[in-house]
């Protein structure tokens, strides 16, 4: 089995910055693709970035250029990278992994954006 633990958020005004930490453990396949997707109340689950263990990265318009997704591959580790945040990008944001054709998810961490 496969186990995301993720670590970072909380609370911050605008124009702050966060960073977020996910570690995963277990049955992980060299060829895989880490993330992260994010849900706000009321809202659908939307991916907010992801990045493949070749290096290839996506990030959705709205986090263009305020957001940053790395990988530690020896460490089986994602992070984001979230600078000049908006009350829009609060959220739970959850950790998310891919690997031989299965999802797995972190249990998800809060992070607010409010003055």
């Known amino acids: 089995q496969v186990q995301l633990v993720e670590s970072g958020g909380g609370l911050v005004q605008p124009g702050g910055s966060l960073r977020l930490s996910c570690a995963a453990s277990g049955s992980i396949f060299s060829i895989n693709t880490m993330g992260w997707y994010r849900q706000a109340p009321g809202e659908v689950r939307e991916l907010v970035a992801s990045?493949?263990?070749?290096?290839?990265?996506n990030y959705a318009d709205s986090v263009k250029g305020r957001f940053t997704v790395s990988r530690d591959n020896a460490k089986n580790t994602v992070y984001l990278q979230m600078n000049s945040l908006k009350p829009e990008d609060t959220a739970v944001y959850y950790c998310?992994?891919?690997?031989?054709?299965?999802?797995?998810w972190g249990q998800g961490t809060q992070v607010s954006v409010s003055s």
């Open positions: 990045i493949s263990s070749g290096g290839g990265m």
């Open positions: 998310w992994l891919w690997t031989l054709g299965a999802n797995y």
